[in-house]
């Protein structure tokens, strides 16, 4: 993923789907390799240039996804407080190009979707933009496409969030949701071995290994009770990143799920103030 040229283009705003006061709601595409990725982008009232938000989202059933899914109360925050918020589909997501290979991937063809959505957002030309301004925010699957992307282009974005992010040692992941779906899991295994018989492919896709090429303040947020990703794998990532030397915050919500609640408010101050630094200051 490091080596791979990628050339995402052709951003294009299409029909207003909600407006207020502080921002107006489009749909959106882009293109991504061979693939067109639908989204949104919540573009905020005045003249700009302002400062960019790429949105990756968590997992969800792409037989329910709809355009946007995922990270609204996070979209329509942080485009109220003068940040352009991209939020990506991903392939095979909503209006999204279908990739049949996807599923094989490891999710890297995500990964290569949302790096080619700052591509396009670099590429776009809108006034309304500052290409030089870039922040990314990734939630559980979301967080680890954004921790692929801080390793394999790290001077991509200028800062990065990650809310209750998957694990950055792969086989974890795997193990927890890819292993049980047999029909998956066996042809991947076939292809790349298990993460015991071949451990150097596990390694060589895990961002844990890579840390030393962070160069991007990173904040992770996180709660005790989280049912999904374990608080556990935040710290190790946490830990990592302490011994690189890289920029990094690490919160722990006590009593927090998977999807922040009561401590939501103070997980956005604390994310708004830290891009606001970070992102807009810049």
């Known amino acids: 993923m490091a080596e791979k040229e990628l050339d995402g283009n052709s951003l294009t705003l299409g029909k207003v789907l909600a407006g207020n006061s502080a921002y107006t709601r489009y749909y959106s595409t882009y293109n991504s390799g061979r693939f067109k990725i639908s989204g949104i982008m919540n573009v905020p009232t005045g003249k700009g240039p302002f400062p960019v938000l790429i949105l990756n989202h968590g997992h969800i059933d792409t037989a329910v996804y709809t355009n946007g899914r995922g990270l609204k109360r996070e979209q329509d925050y942080l485009a109220r407080r003068g940040y352009v918020v991209l939020h990506p589909d991903y392939r095979n997501h909503a209006d999204s190009d279908k990739d049949p290979d996807d599923e094989y991937s490891l999710r890297f063809s995500y990964t290569e979707d949302v790096i080619n959505a700052v591509l396009a957002v670099k590429n776009s030309g809108f006034s309304f933009v500052d290409p030089e301004r870039i ?10 496409i954004a921790q692929n992307v801080m390793v394999a282009k ?10 209750a992010p998957v694990s950055s040692q792969y086989r974890d992941n795997f193990e927890k949701w890819v292993q049980r779906r047999a029909e998956i899991a066996d042809v991947i295994i076939r292809e790349h071995g298990t993460p015991e018989s071949n451990p150097s492919f596990w390694d060589n896709v895990s961002p844990i290994n890579f840390l030393d090429r962070v160069v991007a ?5 996180h709660g005790t009770a989280d049912q999904s990703v374990p608080l556990a794998w935040s710290q190790k990532l946490d830990d990592a990143l302490e011994r690189t030397g890289a920029e990094h915050q690490l919160y ?31």
Do not use: C
């Open 135 to 144: 922040g990314m925010l990734g939630h559980s699957m979301g967080g680890g």
């Open 154 to 163: 790290p001077d991509l974005v200028k800062a990065f969030v990650l809310f």
């Open 217 to 221: 303040p990173v904040q992770i947020h």
């Open 252 to 282: 722990v919500y006590d009593g927090e799920p998977h999807e922040f609640i009561n401590a939501w408010p103070l997980v956005m101050q604390r994310t708004v103030d830290f891009f606001d630094t970070q992102v807009k200051a810049q």
